[in-house]
């Protein structure tokens, strides 16, 4: 009989996190349990102000915990230094938010290519720039971006821009994407593609997603829904077969 115990990818435990005001304290997350396991589709959903967004940025090292432990791979990752946080946003854990980020003087392919231009110094990232750029266009052909390489991002619609995004997050070959209303800035039908894009993307390569959103049609595509409600975690509901 086997014995392995299962370690989830990404953990979470009695985190909580205050913001002040001057003298005003308002806890947002008091005190939240969350797992995911590899190769999850994650809905995170709750009323505006329920502490959504700020437990994506937690778990994406962005922000520290004001109490409580965020694991990735069974290591704490909460209490890493600054150094250690970016390491692991540039190679492990890709993000992409509801405005898209993108740096307008850049084309789409440069856009990709940011965060492993930013990983490498300039001899590194030359020798290995045509690998990186097969990459790149391989993930903007697989978000649908193939024919849009040399554009820039003022020459994109929103959702273009947010399939640039969701490339660029995917360049460095993350176990984990945390989306932040990923459809959030955009109409139902584009905000229906990118959320096809990234059930893809979980279904064809494993990946791992953690979404946050305030859309339960949305939320329902996810394989599992975390409900946030007065800074904690209050219900699970798994998607329908």
């Known amino acids: 009989m086997s014995t392995t115990k299962y370690q ?21 997350l008091k005190g939240v349990d969350f797992n995911v396991a590899p190769g999850e589709l994650v809905s995170i959903v709750g009323q505006s102000g329920s502490g959504k967004s700020t437990l994506l940025h937690l778990l994406g090292t962005l922000d520290r915990p004001d109490g409580g432990e965020i694991y ?12 250690g946080r970016d390491i692991l946003r540039n190679r492990h854990i890709g993000l992409i938010f509801q ?32 690998e990186y750029q097969e990459r790149a266009k391989a993930l903007l052909e697989t978000v649908g971006l193939g024919h849009r390489l040399n554009h820039k991002p003022r020459e994109l619609s929103g959702g273009e821009m947010q399939r640039t995004a969701i490339a660029r ?6 176990q984990l994407l945390l989306a932040d209303e990923p459809t959030g800035n955009l109409d139902r039908q584009t905000g229906d593609e990118i959320l096809e894009v990234l059930r893809r993307l979980n279904a064809e390569q494993n990946l791992t997603i953690v979404m946050v ?29």
Do not use: C
């Not at 990818?9 to 308002?26: H, M, T, W």
């Not at 990735?72 to 230094?81: H, K, P, S, V």
């Not at 997050?169 to 993350?174: D, G, H, K, R, V």
């Not at 959103?213 to 077969?241: F, Y």
């Open 72 to 83: 990735f791979e069974g290591n704490r990752i909460d209490n890493l230094a600054a150094a």
């Open 213 to 241: 959103t305030h859309d339960p049609n949305i939320a329902a595509g996810a394989d599992r829904t975390v409900h946030l409600a007065e800074g904690r975690v209050q219900a699970a509901s798994q998607a329908a077969a």
């Open 8 to 28: 989830p990818l990404l953990s979470a435990s009695g985190v909580r996190k205050v913001y002040s005001k001057g003298e005003v304290k308002l806890p947002v």
């Open 169 to 174: 997050a995917l360049i460095s070959e993350p």
């Open 99 to 130: 405005f898209y980020h993108l740096l307008p003087e850049l084309t789409t392919i440069e856009n990709v290519l940011a965060p492993v231009m930013i990983r490498h110094s300039v001899l590194s990232y030359w020798a290995k720039r045509r």
